[in-house]
């Protein structure tokens, strides 16, 4: 299986799911829409041998969807999932995510940051059958350690958090996310960034962490 935690189909928003069939054989692709009421979505796709296959997941999935995705294939595949947007109705970027091959209890971010023009989440994807409590050891280049915890993901959907509002303001940050159960997170950002020549620069990134 492939796991993306990250996904929406809000106004501005256009994801979408590619997935490449290196092999001399067509490949049958099912794929589960998992969303944070605990409902999910299938749908079935074959993409044709040595080549690649295009999903429009706004098509799928219906307007303003937080949505994460599994993938199972019956032929080894590649997949990634581009996404563009206008954040906030204001910033213009997009980001792109490869699959996750499998979930984990710890994950590990190196970057992260809080500042005015950031706006930084957590999403995580629950594939199990079993709640999932979260601990966030947030590190900090000016305040040190800083621990949230008590947090849960129930069996099966995602859940968002936004990193703004567990931390205070102008922090620098990199965190080790741990679970109860094994799970899927991703760390979107959006930012509008002057840097030191004003240039406000606008976009996105995502990271899909290191177990």
């Known amino acids: 299986p492939l796991y993306f935690a990250e996904g929406y189909t809000g106004v501005g928003f256009q994801e979408y799911l590619c997935l490449g069939n290196p092999q001399p054989q067509d490949a ?7 969303f944070p009421d605990a409902t999910a979505l299938n749908r079935i796709v074959v993409v044709p041998a040595e080549s690649r296959l295009t999903v429009f997941v706004n098509a799928d999935v219906g307007a303003d969807r937080d949505v994460s995705v599994a993938l199972e294939s019956d032929r080894e595949i590649m997949a990634e999932r581009p996404m563009y947007f206008i954040y906030n109705g204001a910033w213009r970027g997009g980001h ?5 091959p499998s979930p984990s209890t710890t994950w590990y971010f ?17 594939p199990g059958n079993v709640a999932a409590g979260l601990t966030f050891r ?15 993901v129930p069996a099966r959907p995602r859940a968002s958090f936004k990193v703004n ?14 679970s109860s159960v094994p799970v ?5 950002m959006s930012f509008d960034y002057r840097g030191t020549g004003c240039h406000g620069w606008q976009a996105g990134l995502l990271s899909t962490s290191a177990a």
């Open 28 to 34: 049958r692709v099912a794929i589960t829409y998992l």
């Open 184 to 188: 899927v997170p991703a760390r979107p």
């Open 96 to 100: 792109n995510a490869m699959g996750t």
């Open 138 to 152: 947030f590190q900090t280049q000016e305040k040190g350690a800083q621990v949230k915890a008590g947090f849960t």
């Open 110 to 126: 190196a970057e992260g940051y809080t500042g005015a023009g950031f706006e930084q989440w957590i999403c995580v994807l629950n």
């Open 165 to 178: 509002a567990l931390l205070d303001a102008d922090l620098q940050n990199s965190l080790a996310l741990e």
